[in-house]
């Protein structure tokens, strides 16, 4: 039987490969299969908790990119993620922009937003950057609200289903794959992003900004690169979501939601890129089931459902609590941990 510990590089090449092993290409091509196959066996309910997950991971994915490499923390994605989607929406609407060039777009111009409001983040760091990026979160969804010849307002805006050569987008099972296939294109550019010069001068920022300075990085125009690339996705993940609901309003884009995608970051582990993946299947898995359990409660118990779903946003900020007292690097940690006794075996001690 050939084990991991056998495997070793003999080219550059090899050693910078994403895939790496046999077993690695079988996993990832199964895993494939699987989830192309999945819509046509999962019900509705299990597929629009399935794209939810997927576009929170996108999104996610920008976040740790921009807090979990370069070091600057937001407390705006759910802006950003809202400014994708109106973006997108109105683009479609108005512009008469197709579904395929409003996403990248609404990516694109999120991105630049995102190079103005996170301009400050160039002379002020810690509790400070995330000042201005919560001050950024109220301007935006301001904004939002009160251009409501632009964008509804509170009453909201309404965003068409996709279309490709006829065919209307418009079910979960259809529009499944398309959150899919940008899932995998977002995670490929994230992965190799971090890979890059780039990713390796965010790394040397989040460590230590004034020596990434001394050795001649250029701290500012980093900076803002990672803002551009965290609000990029974001947008992307709100073009997604907009085109998904097919009706957005600013109370799907609060302050808590993006406390939420902080949380998805520190629960899956930051500074990873499995870390996003992590964090939004484990915290929505359990908030699902938890609703699911609670509601079951709820009809046999009268009275109590206002208690129970309050105790469900109890036990989501216990277990932000607990990871980062017992788990601070994340499940991605125990996944690393798990990898390396897996390849050591049987040497793990």
Known sequence: ???????????????MAIVRTKLQWVLLILGLFVSLLLPLFAGDHVLSVIIIIMIYVIASLGLNILTGYCGQISAAQA?????????????????????????????IITGLIGLVLGGPSLRIKGLYVIMATLAAQFIIMFVITRWKSFTGGTIGYAAPAPMLWGIT?????????????????????????????????????????LAAEVMGINV????????????????????????????????QFTLAHSVRFLAYIIVGGLGTTVGP??????????????????????????????YLFASKEFLFGLIVVLFLI????????????????????????
């Open 1 to 15: 039987m050939r084990l991991p510990c056998g495997t070793f590089n003999e080219t550059y090449d090899q050693d």
């Open 79 to 107: 802006a950003f993620v809202a400014t994708g989607a109106y973006t997108s929406a109105i683009l479609v609407t108005k512009v008469g922009l197709p579904f395929w060039l409003a996403v990248p777009s609404a990516g």
């Open 169 to 209: 987008f418009n079910t979960n099972r259809s529009y499944y794959y398309i959150v899919f296939v940008s899932l995998l294109v977002m995670t490929f550019i994230a992965r190799n992003l971090v890979r890059t010069q780039v990713g390796r001068a965010f790394v040397a920022i989040r460590d230590d900004d």
């Open 220 to 251: 500012a125009r980093y900076k803002l690169i990672a803002f551009f690339v965290s609000c990029a996705f974001a947008g992307v993940a709100g073009s997604l979501w907009a085109h998904w609901i097919r009706f957005i309003d600013p109370q």
């Open 277 to 306: 993946f992590f964090g939004v299947f484990f915290i929505e898995l359990l908030m699902e089931g938890l609703s699911v359990s609670f509601s079951t409660l709820a009809s046999y118990v009268t009275g109590v459902t206002s």
């Open 326 to 349: 017992f788990e601070p690097r994340g499940l991605a940690h125990r996944w690393a941990l798990f990898k390396a006794a897996y390849r050591l075996h049987p040497f793990t001690r």
